[in-house]
């Protein structure tokens, strides 16, 4: 979570990870924090873990949008592919990094490091994904919800 401090009658352009939010114009004395929303914490984290999953070559980042959809347990899925058992693991652990490091969130729980065919990562709005390539087809998580607006990322070459 970010909080930002403004005081002492001066403009400040505010911005979020380089999206400008507005400019604010203070009284002398006062103190205004400004806050993310729950959705605006959540999409940022959806970025910082797409980097983590672009860091370790994870493929085929298809991001859903959970948050319209009444009842779900989530805002957002992301899921991913890696081609080996090792390098699910890599992408995991990278995707844990990214978070920690530029958010600092950490999941709430890790499940599949086992065997790493299917982890998922559990960020409280935020569940992460990560497949081989078999168990990804056939569990079909990016269909489970047909209301949901899906956004592929595109893989890094």
């Given at each position: ?45 959806v970025e910082a873990i797409t980097k983590g999953i672009q860091e370790k070559k994870g493929s085929n980042i298809v991001i859903a ?37 530029e958010l600092g969130e950490k999941p709430s729980a890790v499940a599949g490091l086992e065997n790493a065919q299917w982890v998922a ?37």
């Amino acid at each position: 979570m970010h909080l930002y401090l403004f005081y002492k009658k001066k403009k400040y352009l505010c911005s979020v990870n380089n999206r400008a939010l507005g400019n604010i114009t203070y009284s002398p004395m006062s103190i205004i924090v400004f806050r993310l929303t729950k959705m605006e914490q959540a999409r940022q984290l959806v970025e910082a873990i797409t980097k983590g999953i672009q860091e370790k070559k994870g493929s085929n980042i298809v991001i859903a949008d959970l948050s319209a959809i009444e009842g779900s347990i989530c805002k957002f899925f992301v899921i991913c592919q890696g081609n080996s058992p090792a390098q699910v693991e890599a992408v995991t652990e990278s995707v844990g990094e990214f978070a920690s490091k530029e958010l600092g969130e950490k999941p709430s729980a890790v499940a599949g490091l086992e065997n790493a065919q299917w982890v998922a990562m559990d960020y409280g709005d935020v569940l992460v994904h990560v497949f081989l390539p078999d168990m990804r087809e056939f569990y079909d998580l990016e269909h489970l919800w047909a209301d949901a607006p899906l956004t592929r990322i595109p893989d890094l070459d």
